[in-house]
């Protein structure tokens, strides 16, 4: 089993910046490709931002140019840097890994999921 761990989320004023972290341990498997999505009240979940083993990455449209997703391989852990941030951009964000050289967007081609860490923007 692979275990995620998320951190870094919390309350921010529209226009700040977080940085979001999740570490995995446990039967780490390589290569492995990395996403971020999020959910917000009463509303779907969905893609945020996604990177390949070689590290090429893809971006919802609504947060390119304000989100940065990157890897540390040797930590086994992936990053969200998020900044100029949004009230529409209030919701649990989870990190996801699947066993695969090729990142997604789609949810359901990921096995494994952290428990989520809220990002919370004040207007």
């Known amino acids: 089993q692979v275990q995620l761990v998320e951190s870094g989320g919390g309350l921010v004023q529209a226009g700040g910046s977080l940085r979001l972290s999740c570490a995995a341990s446990?039967?780490?498997?390589?290569?492995?490709?990395w996403a971020w999505f999020r959910q917000a009240p009463g509303k779907e979940r969905e893609f945020a931002a996604s990177?390949?083993?070689?590290?090429?990455?893809g971006y919802r449209d609504s947060v390119k140019g304000r989100f940065t997703i990157s890897r540390d391989n040797a930590k086994n852990a992936v990053y969200l840097q998020m900044n100029l941030l949004k009230p529409e951009d209030t919701a649990v964000y989870y990190c996801?890994?699947?066993?695969?050289?090729?990142?997604?967007?789609?949810?359901?081609?990921?096995?494994?999921w952290g428990q989520g860490t809220q990002v919370t923007v004040s207007s």
């Open positions: 996801a890994v699947r066993p695969s050289t090729r990142n997604s967007p789609y949810a359901d081609e990921y096995d494994y």
């Open positions: 446990g039967r780490i498997f390589r290569p492995s490709a």
């Open positions: 990177i390949s083993w070689a590290g090429s990455t």
